[in-house]
Nanobody, 123 residues
Framework: QVQLVESGGGLVQAGGSLRLSCAAS????????MGWFRQAPGTEREFLAT????????YLADSVKGRFTISRDNAKNTVYLQMNSLKPEDTAVYYC????????????????WGQGTRVTVSS
């Protein structure tokens, strides 16, 4: 069974950094794209970044360009989200997701989701 497990969340002060990890297991993901999303209290889930397993092609939301970086380690079946210069408005639960196919920024294209990891940025 496909399983996505996020880790690396926690409490960090404004201006600090965190690296989130998403460990994928259960099948080959060679034809998949991975995505990172977040959801703050009282808001809808927001797209952040996506990457293909095969080529490493990436696409990031304008809201996080210049601060966040998505990458993958194919040997470890793990996707990362490096978050720098964190702001209080980055506080949210961060989710990893997978879809069969190429890069996508909409929730509806993703088939598998992790349980999320909480990030809290204090001012």
């Amino acid at each position: 069974q496909v399983q996505l497990v996020e880790s690396g969340g926690g409490l960090v002060q404004a201006g600090g950094s965190l690296r989130l990890s998403c460990a994928a297991s259960g099948q080959s993901f060679s034809n998949y794209a991975m995505g990172w999303f977040r959801q703050a209290p009282g808001t809808e889930r927001e797209f952040l970044a996506t990457i293909t397993w095969s080529s490493g092609t990436t696409y990031l939301a304008d809201s996080v360009k210049g601060r966040f970086t998505i990458s993958r380690d194919n040997a470890k079946n793990t996707v990362y989200l490096q978050m720098n210069s964190l702001k209080p408005e980055d506080t949210a639960v961060y989710y990893c997701a997978a879809r069969f196919g190429g890069l996508a920024s909409s929730l509806k294209f993703y088939n598998y989701w992790g349980q999320g990891t909480r990030v809290t940025v204090s001012s």
